[in-house]
C-alpha cells in the first residue's frame, strides 16, 4: 500500500515576505513614537512616527504600507507600547492624539499610491525627489485633518483652535521628517549604485 502526500501552500513566499516587512515596519513606527519633543504651543508632542508613515508607503507601496500601520494600530490598541512615549491601549486610540494614530493607514496607502503610481511596486531609489515630497505632502494633509478634527471633537476645541495648535504647529517638525525621507531614500540610490 502505496501513501501519497501533498503540499498545499496557504502562504506564498512573497505573501510571508510582505507580511515580515510589513511588521517590521509597524515596530519601526512603535520605535519612532518614544523619540518625543514637547511641542510648547500645541497639547501633543512631536514625534517621529509620521516618517515611519512615510517610510512604509515608500518602501511597502500602497497595500502593504497600509497593512503595517494597520498592525501598528492594532497591536498599540491591545497595549502594545507603540504610542507616544511608550504608551498603549485602546484609550490612545479616543484620545487626544487619536485622530493622528487613525489616520496612519489611510496616509501610508495614499503615499504609496502616489510614489509607486497605483498598486505595482517600482524601485523608490528611481522616484524623483519632487514626486516623493507631493506624496508626504498629501499624507500629511491627511494625517493633520484627522488630527484636527480628532482635537475639536476630544478638546473641544474650536476649528480654527485646532488648526493652530494641532496643524500648523507642527509644520517645521513635518518639513524635517520629509526632509529625511527623501534623504533615506536618495541615500538608498548612493549605496545601490556604490554595491
Known sequence: ??????????????????????????????????????NPVSPVSVTLQVLGVFLAGVYLGPVW????????????????????????????????????????????????GVVHRGRTLRDPRTVRPALLVAAMALGTVVIYAAGVLGLVVVLSLTLTEAVAVGAVA???AEALKMAAAVGIVRSDVVSAADR
Open 1 to 38: 500500500m502505496s501513501t501519497r502526500s501533498e503540499t498545499v501552500e496557504l502562504v506564498t513566499d512573497e505573501t510571508a515576505r510582505n507580511l515580515a516587512r510589513a511588521g517590521l515596519f509597524a515596530a519601526l513606527v512603535g520605535a519612532f513614537a518614544y523619540v518625543t519633543f514637547p
Open 65 to 112: 504600507g497600509g497593512v503595517s500601520l494597520a498592525f501598528y494600530l492594532v497591536a498599540g490598541a491591545l497595549g502594545a507600547p507603540v504610542f507616544q512615549g511608550g504608551t498603549g491601549g485602546f484609550g490612545a486610540l479616543v484620545g487626544q492624539s487619536g485622530g493622528y494614530l487613525l489616520s496612519y493607514p489611510v496616509a501610508a496607502v495614499l503615499v504609496g
Open 170 to 172: 507642527f509644520l517645521p
